[in-house]
């Protein structure tokens, strides 16, 4: 069953257009690796998926509702974990995670259980009393991941969940993504980091000058280009360039 589906989405911010055409369709229990260019519409499309942006045309479904219709539907059976820090800095975890959990009616109980493994787990440790304004990107990071999840919803969407987190950490989040799609549940995340993104992702799709310009397994996408890493696709694709360029800012001072 598709539970993402996406027909000829366009977006455009004032006169500048970001999405020229999406057509997509996402079945459950996989993870999606979303990935492109800085500034190729990453972010802009997971709001829209999310319900937080109804400007836009075309078709957007998720979990059987039209996310421009019914996005408090779809708000309620999702996580949208963004990519900035878009939290209440002025409260303890403790505090956020019951804020959160109350806006999802989840028992006071259930949310602190689940909260104290979800920190466990990513090895999240501070003072009872430390405000999440006193706390590093990646802690930041962490906090807004373990929110998102508290409701344990069936479709997860993740803006650049890795940023900012050390090598550990971003083991940690690549096995507990593993381990969600195992209990069914669907990611749908961005990420410039290639290497993960071609070790995790079930179906990788690459956005480029607001378009689609590759979707499938990473075996699949890489048969078209034969380029041996997803980085090299990733260029060739892009329209970058994996080998070096000679370059000197100071040149001719
Ligand atoms: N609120 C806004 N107003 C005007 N332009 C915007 C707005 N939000 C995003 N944009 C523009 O839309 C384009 C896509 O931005 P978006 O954040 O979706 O890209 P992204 O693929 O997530 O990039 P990155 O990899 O750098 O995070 C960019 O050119 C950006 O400047």
Not at 214 to 220: Q, R
Request: charged share 25%; net charge negative; no cysteine.
């Amino acid at each position: 069953m598709s539970i993402i589906k996406i027909s000829n989405l366009q977006k455009a911010y004032g006169s500048k257009s970001v999405l020229r055409g999406i057509d997509l369709s996402v079945e459950a229990g996989q993870i999606i690796g979303y990935i492109g260019p800085n500034g190729a519409g990453k972010s802009t499309t997971i709001r829209i998926l999310a319900g937080l942006d109804k400007n836009y045309t075309g078709d957007v479904e998720v979990l059987g509702f039209d996310v421009k219709k019914d996005p408090m539907e779809v708000k309620r059976r999702i996580g949208y974990i963004p990519e900035a820090a878009e939290i209440y800095e002025m409260l303890t975890p403790k505090e956020f995670y019951e804020l959160v959990g109350g806006l999802q009616d989840l028992p006071w109980e259930t949310t602190q259980k689940r909260a104290s493994r979800l920190q466990e787990y990513l090895d999240l440790k501070y003072s009872p009393d430390q405000r999440i304004d006193t706390f590093s990107k990646g802690m930041k990071q962490k906090v807004l991941l373990i929110s998102g999840l508290l409701h344990d919803p069936d479709l997860i969407f993740l803006d650049e969940p890795l940023a900012g987190l050390d090598a550990n950490s971003v083991i940690r989040v690549k096995d507990l993504l593993q381990q969600l799609t195992e209990r069914g549940k669907t990611i749908f995340y961005s990420s410039h980091i290639m290497e993960v993104v071609e070790k995790i992702s079930d179906r990788i799709i690459l956005l480029n000058d607001g378009k689609i310009a590759a979707n499938g397994t990473f075996a699949e996408i890489n048969a078209q280009a034969h380029s041996g890493s997803l980085e090299t696709l990733f260029s060739q694709l892009t329209g970058g360039s994996a080998a070096r360029t000679d370059f000197d800012f100071t040149a001719d001072e």
